[in-house]
């Protein structure tokens, strides 16, 4: 008897890779608005960014999210974000530092 293959799931039918990278976003609600959130899993994370919240790098390799505000044209605030800082930004409010 042969071994077992395992299927590839990018030849499944109607797998779509860029979801499987990227997530499929969602629209999220907080006192500051409605914004657009997608996670980055963290093979996908193949550039440094800088997290608005904690002003610390998020490495390649790390997983983190991005958000948007939830109007048309906000696409282009994008901002990556450490998961953790982007649950607290609102405790931190606008103009306080994390030092």
């Not at 629209?27 to 800088?50: L, M, T």
């Amino acid at each position: 008897m042969s071994p077992r293959r395992a299927k590839r799931r990018d030849q499944d039918a109607g797998f779509d890779q860029s979801v499987a990278r990227f997530g499929i976003g969602e629209v999220e609600e907080w006192p500051d608005g409605e914004w657009q959130v997608r996670r980055i899993v963290g093979g996908a994370a193949d550039k440094v960014y800088r997290c608005p919240g904690c002003d610390q790098e998020i490495r390649v390799g790390m997983a983190h999210l991005v958000s948007w505000p939830n109007w048309s044209g906000g696409e282009g605030e994008r901002r990556h974000w450490h998961t953790a800082c982007w649950r607290n930004r609102i405790r931190r409010g606008p103009g306080r530092s994390r030092y």
